[in-house]
T-cell receptor, first 113, second 111 residues
Framework: KAGVTQTPRYLIKTRGQQVTLSCSPI?????VSWYQQTPGQGLQFLFE???????NKGNFPGRFSGRQFSNSRSEMNVSTLELGDSALYLC????????????FGPGTRLTVL | AQRVTQPEKLLSVFKGAPVELKCNYS??????LFWYVQYSRQRLQLLLR??SRESIKGFTADLNKGETSFHLKKPFAQEEDSAMYYC?????????????FGQGTILTVHP
């Protein structure tokens, strides 16, 4: 099976702009989770979607949002970008049953200038 | 709230030496524990998880519920084991899809 893919791989934006990142899960997986990875805070959970519904959410401001489509592909959006949003954004997919193993994509490197 | 602690940010050993990466967790219920590894310029990938009890690339990890630990061990380290290692857990209940990660340990195996 093809692995989790993320597009784009790299993005450069300026403060105040908004950005949309995309994630395609492993075929048959219905759950997609998003994480932010920074040198200071490490890996932090943003949210999880299953069958187009957000089931879980981390402690991030409302500027961070996401959605999932009927084919399980997911997008996350960050509005009004701040310098501190510069990070590697990872998505992971799993079948969606409780404590499943999650399989990670390569990430999108976002730089905010 | 759950928490994962990896006390060593850096760990260096010589090839052929035993290695142990420490992981402690705090959670009142029964979590599922994982070790993920990230090799240079590669994506994060699963190394092993508690429930499968498999030995992957010679690594094993034992869950000690009394000490709330899930240390990763390998009897003879290889240079190709050099990587960043993350311990993580998924709690029960409504923690859908939420992995809680430790801060990671960078393992360097010297020739």
């Amino acid at each position: 099976k093809a692995g989790v893919t993320q597009t784009p791989r790299y993005l450069i934006k300026t403060r105040g702009q908004q950005v949309t990142l995309s994630c395609s899960p492993i075929s048959g997986h219905r759950s997609v989770s998003w994480y932010q990875q920074t040198p200071g805070q490490g890996l932090q959970f943003l949210f999880e979607y299953f069958s187009e519904t957000q089931r879980n959410k981390g402690n991030f401001p409302g500027r961070f949002s996401g959605r999932q489509f009927s084919n399980s592909r997911s997008e996350m959006n960050v509005s009004t970008l701040e310098l501190g949003d510069s990070a590697l954004y990872l998505c992971a997919s799993s079948p969606g049953q409780g404590k499943d193993t999650q399989y990670f994509g390569p990430g999108t490197r976002l730089t905010v200038l | 709230a759950q928490r994962v602690t990896q006390p060593e940010k850096l760990l260096s050993v010589f090839k052929g030496a035993p290695v142990e990466l420490k992981c402690n967790y705090s959670y009142s219920g029964s979590p599922e524990l994982f070790w993920y590894v990230q090799y240079s310029r590669q994506r994060l990938q699963l190394l092993l998880r508690h429930i499968s009890r498999e030995s992957i690339k010679g690594f094993t990890a034992d869950l000690n519920k009394g000490e709330t630990s899930f240390h990763l061990k390998k009897p003879f380290a290889q240079e190709e084991d050099s990587a960043m290692y993350y311990c993580a857990l998924i709690a029960g209940g409504t923690s859908y899809g939420k992995l809680t990660f430790g801060q990671g340990t960078i393992l360097t195996v010297h020739p």
